[in-house]
């Protein structure tokens, strides 16, 4: 079964840090780009971070430019996304994905309080 497992979630005070982990199960992604989107409640999904498969390449959503840091390791099938300078309003489900493979995680809930 293929699956993207993400972690690292949780409930942090704005301003502060979470490192979160999409490890990939079932099959490889090396070759494939690899992103990070988030959902908050009552919004549609928002583009976060996109990676490129040799990790060359990076994208990020205006919102995040700055702040968060997407990264990959190939070796252990896992990319990153390192969160600095937490707001409120990034709180949402993150959630990882393989574009072109059609693969989606179920998601780890981020909560920044003020």
């Known amino acids: 079964q293929v699956q993207l497992v993400e972690s690292g979630g949780g409930l942090v005070q704005a301003g502060g840090s979470l490192r979160l982990s999409c490890a990939a199960s079932?099959?490889?992604?090396?070759?494939?780009?690899m992103g990070w989107s988030r959902q908050a409640p009552g919004k549609e999904r928002e583009f976060v971070a996109l990676?490129?498969?040799?990790?060359?390449?990076?994208y990020y959503g205006d919102s995040v430019k700055g702040r968060f840091t997407i990264s990959r390791d190939n070796a252990k099938d896992t990319i990153y996304l390192q969160m600095n300078s937490l707001k409120p309003e990034d709180t949402a489900i993150y959630l990882c994905?393989?574009?072109?493979?059609?693969?989606w995680g179920q998601g780890t809930q981020v909560t920044v309080s003020s």
């Open positions: 994905n393989a574009p072109a493979a059609g693969y």
């Open positions: 079932g099959r490889t992604f090396t070759y494939y780009d």
């Open positions: 990676i490129s498969w040799n990790g060359d390449t990076t």
